[in-house]
């Protein structure tokens, strides 16, 4: 790739206050600065403004703009987001409150076109930074490159995996099972072949992006280092689309979960369309990749514990007899 190819940053903003920051810091990062190109979905409250006007008038950034009240939620976002992308080589898909590394952008180059595959992806579950009262800015180093468990998983028909840290990663390179929301880097093309399902909603939204990915062809790993962080909330979690209330929440709960049943089910008669599975690999496939069965609700202990793809979990049935509820796993470390 040239050294000047472009990188499409992808941000679905909600009102959020630190959105300004995050794009000042972006550029200020980069080695490359004008090789990016921006695409926002702004919702915005109306009655807490934020000036965005510096951003506005440059040409490398391009806005869609709604308001809190006519958003249905950050996948439906992100999908508008994805539509704003005009063949830059890359793609980085960030949350709206980030810091990065100097020569960021260079970097991600360079770790993605090292990796042993065409089509990867880079994700990690981004560590935390804050900055204190002083404005001193803190970071979480002692994460390392973290992996991603499985943190919960209600075994009822609800159920869904829930993705939270895991250990420092020691693999080179790092393989990943999951796509993480607020930090996937991989080549522009990402945004049409595995555009967010607008139906998603929270719960659910990046398992529906990885199985979908994977089924594409893409294959997972984490970043050899951190280059963009997370801000850790301290004085509370940011606005968010369930602010719209209760009714509101279960309604698009429920019409996501549905749809994320269907794609799970979908063994046998995979999900086509554009929001359905890719024709490369099968959901059966993922299953192996990831140690998890989504029919029987088991997962192998790797998946509970972060550890990696080697470069499969699954190797022999003696690993499928492996494989236990969340609630059974859990039972057995506390019973240690």
Request: proline residues 7%; charged residues 25%.
């Amino acid at each position: 790739m040239s050294p000047d190819a472009q990188i499409f940053v992808a941000i679905a903003a909600y009102t959020d206050p630190e959105l300004p920051r995050t794009l000042e810091d972006a550029l200020a990062t980069a080695a490359a600065p004008n090789r990016l190109r921006f695409g926002i979905c702004w919702q915005a409250d109306r009655s807490s403004p934020i000036d965005l006007g510096r951003f506005r008038r440059d040409a490398r950034f391009r806005f869609f703009d709604t308001t809190i009240q006519e958003s249905l939620g950050g996948p439906w976002a992100r999908n508008i987001v994805q539509s704003m992308w005009r063949g830059e080589a890359y793609t980085l898909q960030v949350d709206s409150h980030m810091k990065f590394e100097p020569d960021w952008d260079s970097r991600l180059i360079e770790m993605l076109e090292s990796l042993p595959s065409e089509k990867a992806i880079l994700s990690v579950n981004s560590p935390l930074f804050w900055y204190d009262q002083d404005g001193e800015l803190h970071r979480r180093f002692d994460m390392g490159v973290p992996t991603t468990k499985v943190s919960a998983w209600n075994s009822g028909p609800e159920g869904v995996p829930w993705f939270d840290f895991g250990p420092p990663n020691t693999q080179n390179p790092g393989r990943t099972r999951f796509v993480n929301g607020n930090f996937a880097f991989s080549r522009g093309i990402w945004n049409v072949e595995v555009p967010q399902d607008p139906v998603q909603y929270y719960w659910g939204e990046e398992l529906n992006v990885t199985i979908r990915s994977f089924t594409w062809g893409y294959d997972f790993f984490l970043p050899k280092e951190i280059v963009v962080w997370h801000l850790d909330h301290r004085n509370g979690p940011p606005r968010r689309h369930w602010e719209h209330g209760e009714d509101v929440v279960q309604r698009r709960n429920a019409e996501a979960l549905a749809r994320l049943r269907q794609l799970l089910s979908s063994h046998d008669s995979p999900v086509r369309g554009p929001y359905g599975c890719g024709s490369v690999r099968t959901l059966s496939d993922y299953e192996v990749y990831a140690g998890i069965d989504f029919r029987a609700g088991t997962a192998h202990p790797d998946v509970f514990t972060g550890v990696n793809p080697d470069p499969v979990t699954i190797r022999s049935e003696r690993d499928w007899r492996s494989c236990v509820t969340f609630e059974e796993f859990q039972r057995s470390v506390d019973s240690r």
